[in-house]
C-alpha cells in the first residue's frame, strides 16, 4: 500500500479506500471477507456512509480488529431511517446521527466527520443559518470528530465552505467525465474544478474521491460518456494526481471488485497512463458531460447535477436517487424555454432527457 500524509496533521492515510455505498445484497461473511483483505493489504481508510444497519455487523467487527490503523469517514446530517433517505440540516439530528454511526461503528469518535452531500447554494445557507458547520467545529473540539468537511459534487459550494470556515477535508466526485468540459472546440480541464484542487492543496484542505470510476460507467465504453473504455489503473492515477486528493474511495460490492481496485499498487506506469483522454476531442456529442455551461436556468433546475444523478441512478447508484428527492429545485419544472439547449455545447436533448427524468424520479 502507499500513503499520503493529511497536509495539516500528517496523519498517513492509504491511497486507496473503502466506499461503502454499494455494499447491498451480500451476505455478511462476504462483507467481512472484503474488510479484512483490505486491512491486510494496507487500507486504512473507510466511508461509513450508513445505507442499511443490517451491513454495519461485520463491517465493525473488522474495523475493531484492525481500530488502531483504521480512520473513519463518517456523515453529518444524512441517514436512511426505515429506509428513507432523511437529510435535515439541524444541529440536534447531526448530533444524534453522529452518536449512532459511532456507536454502530464501533468507535471512539469520528477521524472525519463530513457534513453530507451539499451541492446547492440554497441548501449551504440553510446549513450555516442553522448553525450546522458551527456546531460540526465545536464537535471537533469536543473530541468527537477529528477533521470536519463536506461531501460534495459541486467545487463552488465547496469554495463558500472555505470561504466561509476553517474545514479541513472534502469528498469530491472525482473523474475524467465530471472534469472535463469542451472550450472554444477544445476538450479540456475544466477551470473552476481545477483552480478548486489547486486551492485545496494551497490551504492544506485534503480530498477523498468517490465516484472515480463514474459508477461504473468509464469502465464500459457502451455506457461511457467519454465513448472510450478507462481502466480501474487509468481512473484511480487519475483522481491521485489531483492536487489536494489523498484518498481515492472506490465503491466495493465484491471481493473481486476490490482485487481489481488494488491491482493498481502492482500496475506498470504505463498501464496508469490515462493521456488517452487528451484524444477524445470533441465529438462527445449528445452525451451530458454535466459542466453546467447549460446554467443558470430561469426556474433554477440544477442541469448539470440532475443530469449526472440521473445517470447514476441509471447503472443502480440508490443514494443518487435519495439525493435527487431531496433537491430544491427539480426537472418538472422545466417549462421549455430551450435556453439551455442553445448553451450546450455537447448537444444534448436537454429537454428530452429532463422527460425522462421526471418520468423515473416521478417530480
Ligand atoms: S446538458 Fe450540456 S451544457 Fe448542460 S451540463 Fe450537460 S453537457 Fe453541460
Ligand atoms: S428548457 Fe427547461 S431546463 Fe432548460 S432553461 Fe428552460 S426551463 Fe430551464
Known amino acids: ?47 461509513c456512509i450508513r445505507v442499511e444497519d443490517k451491513f454495519i455487523k ?23 431511517i426505515n429506509g428513507e433517505y432523511k437529510r435535515p440540516r439541524n444541529v440536534k439530528h447531526m448530533v444524534d446521527v453522529l452518536n449512532e454511526d459511532i456507536k454502530a461503528f464501533g468507535v471512539e469518535y469520528a477521524d472525519f466527520g463530513l ?11 440553510r446549513i450555516i443559518e442553522n448553525g ?79 465516484k472515480p470510476y463514474g459508477g461504473g460507467r468509464l469502465l464500459n465504453k457502451n455506457l461511457s460518456p467519454l465513448k472510450i473504455k478507462l481502466t480501474t489503473n487509468q481512473c484511480i492515477q487519475y483522481c491521485l494526481d489531483r492536487p489536494g486528493v489523498i484518498t481515492v474511495l472506490p ?16 500496475a506498470e506506469p504505463k498501464d496508469c497512463d490515462y493521456s488517452v483522454i487528451g484524444d477524445i476531442g470533441v465529438n462527445i456529442e449528445g452525451q451530458c458531460m454535466y459542466c453546467g455551461h447549460c446554467e443558470p436556468c430561469p426556474n433554477e433546475i440544477p442541469i448539470s447535477l440532475i443530469s449526472k444523478l440521473y445517470d447514476l441512478s441509471m447503472i443502480g447508484d440508490e443514494l443518487a436517487k435519495t439525493h435527487y428527492m431531496k433537491l430544491s ?35
Do not use: W
Not at 461485520?58 to 436512511?80: A, S, W, Y
Not at 457534513?115 to 445557507?125: A, G, L, N, T, Y
Not at 465503491?251 to 502492482?266: A, H, R, T, V
Not at 450546450?344 to 429537454?351: D, E, P
Open 1 to 47: 500500500m502507499q500513503y499520503r500524509k493529511h497536509p495539516r496533521t500528517n496523519e498517513k492515510i492509504s491511497i486507496l479506500g473503502f466506499g461503502t455505498g454499494y455494499i447491498r445484497d451480500i451476505n455478511p461473511l462476504e462483507i467481512k471477507e472484503i474488510f479484512e483483505y483490505g486491512f491486510e493489504n494496507g487500507m486504512n481508510f473507510i466511508d
Open 58 to 80: 461485520p463491517i465493525r467487527q473488522t474495523i475493531n480488529e484492525f481500530q488502531d490503523k483504521v480512520f473513519t469517514q463518517m456523515h453529518l446530517t444524512g441517514k436512511f
Open 115 to 125: 457534513i453530507h452531500s451539499v451541492d446547492e447554494m440554497d441548501d449551504f445557507e
Open 132 to 210: 450546522v458547520l458551527d456546531y460540526a467545529i465545536k464537535l471537533k473540539d469536543e473530541g468527537l470528530i477529528e477533521h470536519v468537511g463536506v461531501t460534495s459534487h459541486n467545487p463552488e459550494v465547496c469554495s463558500k465552505f472555505i470561504e466561509y470556515s476553517d474545514i479541513d477535508f472534502f469528498m469530491m466526485s472525482i473523474n475524467p467525465s465530471f472534469d472535463y468540459i469542451i472550450n472554444e472546440d477544445k476538450f479540456e480541464l475544466n477551470n473552476s474544478r481545477a483552480e478548486f484542487y489547486k486551492n485545496c492543496r494551497k490551504e492544506k484542505i485534503a480530498i477523498s474521491v468517490m
Open 251 to 266: 465503491g466495493i460490492s465484491s471481493l473481486s471488485q476490490l482485487k481489481e481496485s488494488l491491482n493498481y499498487l502492482n
Open 329 to 363: 429545485h427539480h426537472a418538472s419544472e422545466c417549462e421549455k424555454c430551450m435556453k439551455c439547449e442553445n448553451y450546450c455545447m455537447f448537444n444534448v436533448k436537454i429537454t428530452d432527457k429532463l422527460d425522462k427524468i421526471v418520468e423515473f424520479y416521478g417530480i
